[in-house]
């Protein structure tokens, strides 16, 4: 069953323009992981928060967790026709040694 | 990290017959997953393959139709037996190297069924 949820589904920008995507969970979790998808293809790792973090910064990524809320955001500055992909987010259980959940994803184009 | 590959990378199959696919992992790691996504979905599990364990399979999926094998700590299979239009999906395999850390993903395994 899927744990997260993402918000938008689908996103239109321009390039240069700031993305910013949402996830929801349903229960506790160890850590909280985004992804990235190109066109079906494998699943590239971006960032991973854990439960008792709020912020984390990877370059042009920037991902923040709120516990209280059950909710994450991933967002992309300035961004480029390359960081055109599928997002999805994913949670590990408390006890962390159990595989992730996944959320729906967002598709985000980037219209250079 | 560890770098993960997956043969093959596509296929395209007739219906009622098996393919099993390959993931090797470029280090030991005990805890190996494999996951499905179905066109335009998201990542549904599989099963846990464990090695020296019989794999653990999730809700709606049965070792008849997924039997996975897991003879060492870097490698493992899953075959899709007597396929169907609806076997059609990714199949990727995925590691945790470490616990509560990063999840890895191999490239995955593209089916096509006819």
């Known amino acids: 069953s899927q744990q997260g949820e993402e918000d938008p589904q689908a996103l239109s920008i321009q390039e240069g323009e700031n993305a910013t995507m949402n996830c929801s969970y349903k229960t506790s979790i160890n850590n909280l992981q985004w992804y990235r998808q190109n066109s079906g293809r494998g699943l590239v790792h971006l960032i991973l928060i854990r439960s008792n973090e709020r912020e984390k910064h990877s370059g042009r990524l920037r991902v923040t967790l709120d516990t209280s809320k059950k909710s994450s955001s991933l967002l992309i500055t300035a961004s480029r026709a390359a960081d055109t992909a599928s997002y999805f987010c994913a949670t590990s259980p408390p006890s962390g040694n159990t595989p992730l959940v996944f959320g729906k994803g967002t598709r985000l184009s980037v219209i250079a | 990290s560890a770098v993960i590959s997956q043969k093959p990378s596509r296929d395209i199959c007739q219906r009622g017959t098996s393919l099993t696919i390959q993931c090797q992992v470029d280090s030991q790691v005990t805890m190996m997953f494999w996951y499905r996504q179905q066109p335009g979905q998201s990542l549904t599990l599989i099963a846990t393959a464990n090695q020296g364990s019989e794999a653990t399979y999730e809700s709606g999926f049965v070792i008849d139709k997924f039997p996975i094998s897991r003879p060492n700590l870097t490698f493992s299979t899953l075959t899709v037996s007597n396929m169907s239009p609806e076997d059609s999906s990714i199949y990727l395999c995925?590691?945790?190297?470490?616990?509560?850390?990063?999840?890895?993903f191999g490239p995955g395994t593209r089916l096509t069924v006819t």
């Open positions: 995925s590691v945790l190297p470490g616990q509560g850390g990063e999840q890895y």
